[in-house]
């Protein structure tokens, strides 16, 4: 029911992005979906990728301080609307968003919502029973693998 | 009106003040052992009685003390006196909790009095004069001992203590102060206030004695073009008795050293050895004239020189440079000692591991201390806001161990520079100490 992301500790400085992105490159790591949230003197990058463990291991490896956060992913039609209407759901349950963002891909008039609250089961449960697709780990790898 | 508060002693003849000193030591010598069984335990160690002390030419016979046997004896443990003899106490922080305090006799205090009127004397102070004490009242020894100084002097003192500086602007206009008392940062502070407010017409200080933290020349001129006075040096730690230990005259360049109570020796930091006059190396002083809490061969890791060349204010005594540096670690940050040891303890005592580095810079004349600390998956969260409340809970623990503010900022692993495998702990981009 929920998706991997990974987060990742950022000093923030000209350049660590930059530095973040390269070894990612090195390691031929595809990057599906980013966001870089930040305080005033640090960020944390988080993002979906194609091969979880893999890249841990390797950001590990270079040193930077990381996890694997539990987040949903949700499908959404690609249209106005489609955003608030999910949003919307949330709200009349009371479920707070500690942040949120979204994606695209090859799939064609679809979008995708990453979407972190306090109780994931909870928040997923009235999604679905409204109808909207939350997408589990194995989905996800399958819309990348297309 | 003098330019000397008590010229028979600040311009002695070398023979009297060595006289003074002579006496003054075997007088010191003979109470300790009599009264301090953690000196005569010392002295024995080194096979040293009174009798073997006739004058200052066998000082160096002497074992020396250190913070650290000031720590060990704490509270009563050095105390020469009983203590319904003392009438106050002052403290200076120390690393990890334990603080050093001394005790003061009412003679100790006259004393200290006497010094303190010395230096106002010097930076031109007479019962005309209107002296604000900026410097804070309490343990610390700044407040007090210009205070009692400026006492002495006959001069209007003004009690303001540290801080509130609307209140200190409107007390300088109001009542005329004419020298100012303070750390040399808040002095520059007050300045730039004072021409933010536009008020720098209504001043009319003459002259300002600033201690408690090093401060360059250049910091020097800048404050003396701002407030338009003469800014003097004076030096002094708690544990000799607190500020007015050596102090400035008109020429500015060294602080005499008031050598008819402090015996003053310049050593080799490492090898403990005595250097000649002229030399670079540790300040030792020899407190013999104190009754409640004399000091023998105390060892201030502040690193200066000695001159003994004549100086043409008439006065005698021994001038020495500012401090070029310290033997130890120790920060001094808003006129607040600092070691990095205490940093360290914060740090550990909140589940971290002690990778940090110690930025300390200055801008405007104002102190800055940043402690930056390597993250680690332990403090490491997903959420932005969990991560800045564990910065926010070592701000917090900073202020409570240092009692001043300290920038977290939180840096990569292994980000902070090791030199030869072993990380640099301090950066001070102050160049306080260019000799």
Redesign the interface.
Known sequence: MTTKQISVFLENRPGTLAEFCKVLQKNNIDMRAMCVADAMDFGIARVIVDNVYDTVTVLKDEGYVCQITKVLTVEMEDRPGALSEILALLGEQNINLEYTYAFLTREKDKAYLVIKVADNAAAADILKKNGVKVICQDELEKIFGD | MSKYFSPEKETASREQIVEWQNAGLVDCVKRVWDNVPYYRKKMEKKGVTPDDIKGIEDLHKLPFLTKDDLRDAYPYGLLARPLSDCVRIHSTSGTTGRRVVAFYTQNDIDLWDECCARALTAAGATEEDVVQVSYGYGLFTGGFGLNGGSHKVGCLTLPMSSGNTDRQIQFMTDLGATVLCCTPSYAAYLGESIHERGVRDKIRLKAGIFGAEAWTEEMRRDIEETLGIKAYDIYGLTEISGPGVAFECENQDGMHINEDYFIVEVIDPKTGEVLPDGEKGELVFTAFAKEAFPLLRYRTKDICILSREKCSCGRTFVKMTKPLGRSDDMLIVKGVNVFPSQIETVLLNHGYAANYQIIVDRHKNSDSLEVRVE???E??????SK??AK?RELVAGLKSMLGIHADV???????IVRSEGKAVRVIDKRNLYKG
């Open positions: 993250m680690t998956p403090m490491f969260s997903d959420e932005l991560v800045s910065e900022k939180l840096v990569a692993p292994k980000s």
